[in-house]
C-alpha cells in the first residue's frame, strides 16, 4: 500500500481536513493552543518594561476558554488600564507595540505545530506552503 500524502494550500486547506477528524484533533489541538498562549503570556510579560506600578507586565492574563464543538481557542490580553495608550500610542507618545508583535510570531508557531500535529495524527506527509503569512 502506498504512502499518503497531503499537500494544503493554506489554512483554509488546514481548516477542511481538520474538520474531517475533528475528535481525533482536539485535544491535541487545545493543548497547543494553551502552550501557545502560555508563551505569549510570557514573552509579552518579558518586554513591557517594569514600570513604577508594574501594571503593564501584571495586567497581561491568559484566558482559557472552550471552543464551540472541536474550536480550540486560548486567548492573551492585556487588562491594564493604560494598556492601548502603550501599544498604540498618543498624540505625544509613538506607539510601543508588544502584544501584537509576540502574537503574530507565536500564532506562526503555533500554526507550524498545528501542521505537525496533523503530519502525526493522519500519518499523511504535508507539504505546501507556510500558513500564517
Do not use: W
Request: include cysteine; proline fraction near 4%.
Amino acid at each position: 500500500m502506498a504512502a499518503a500524502t497531503l499537500e494544503l494550500q493554506g489554512l483554509d486547506d488546514l481548516k477542511k481536513l481538520v474538520a474531517g477528524f475533528a475528535d481525533a484533533c482536539t485535544d491535541d489541538g487545545q493543548q497547543l493552543a494553551d502552550q501557545a498562549a502560555t508563551r505569549a503570556g510570557e514573552e509579552g510579560k518579558a518586554a513591557y518594561p517594569q514600570g513604577p506600578t508594574g501594571n503593564l507586565k501584571k495586567g497581561v492574563r491568559i484566558v482559557r476558554v472552550k471552543g464551540d464543538g472541536h474550536r480550540v481557542l486560548a486567548i492573551v490580553k492585556s487588562t491594564a488600564p493604560h494598556a492601548h495608550l502603550y501599544e498604540y500610542g498618543t498624540r505625544r507618545q509613538p506607539a510601543r507595540p508588544v502584544m501584537g508583535e509576540v502574537a503574530a510570531r507565536v500564532r506562526r508557531d503555533f500554526y507550524a505545530d498545528l501542521l505537525r500535529m496533523v503530519q502525526r495524527v493522519t500519518g499523511a506527509k504535508i507539504t505546501g506552503g507556510t500558513v500564517g503569512q
